[in-house]
């Protein structure tokens, strides 16, 4: 496990506006009162819409995901994180929920990007960088609350005709 990454300081002055602080409030409540979550979530990032956003360069909403070892250069829309509930869609909800619950968020300076990381055992079990809008959107839509947008119904569909030609072509 990778644990070079620089700790963010829990008494940093970098302060969250109120669209962040309910979002991961919201978060929190839905981590810890449904306990059917598990269930309600997209399970490992395999639906559609989820595929769209992650490492699909070509969406507007595009956060790369990694596995906490790939690098210690972090760059932005990049999240990377263990899988410890063997679901990556669960163990991401959690890592942000732990992230925000013991004060591992700031807001860079200039950017606007967030920072956050969850350390547990002085181990770092998760660290990103991303734009508020974009995590909000991943979030929104692993638990099934995002709809996709026009234009990205449209791609997903041209994408999906092309690859059903290519296996009837094949068989």
């Known amino acids: 496990m990778n644990n ?3 700790r963010l300081d829990r008494k940093s002055n970098s302060t969250l506006e109120d669209a962040h602080i309910k979002f991961f409030h919201k978060l929190i409540v839905s981590i810890e009162n449904n306990k059917k979550i ?3 979530i997209i399970k490992n990032f395999s639906h559609s819409e989820v595929k769209n956003i992650i490492n699909n360069e070509d969406n507007d909403y595009f956060i790369l995901i990694n596995p906490i070892e790939y690098s210690d250069c972090l760059v932005n829309d990049e999240i990377r994180f263990t899988n410890h509930k063997r679901n990556k ?3 991401l ?3 942000l929920r732990n992230a925000f619950a013991h004060n591992r ?4 300076d200039g950017s ?3 920072i956050f990381q969850d ?4 181990i770092i079990n998760m660290v990103g960088k991303c734009s508020f809008q974009k995590l909000k959107y991943l979030v929104e839509t692993i638990l099934g609350e995002q709809k996709m947008t026009q234009g990205e119904i449209q791609e997903y569909k041209k994408k999906n005709k092309r690859k059903r030609k290519q296996s009837k072509q094949n068989n």
Do not use: F, P, R, T
């Not at 968020?105 to 860079?108: C, F, G, K, L």
């Not at 350390?119 to 002085?122: C, G």
């Open 4 to 6: 070079s990454y620089k």
């Open 38 to 40: 598990k269930d309600k």
């Open 89 to 91: 869609a669960y163990s």
């Open 93 to 95: 909800l959690c890592h």
């Open 105 to 108: 968020i700031q807001v860079e």
């Open 112 to 114: 606007g990007q967030l």
């Open 119 to 122: 350390e547990y055992n002085k």
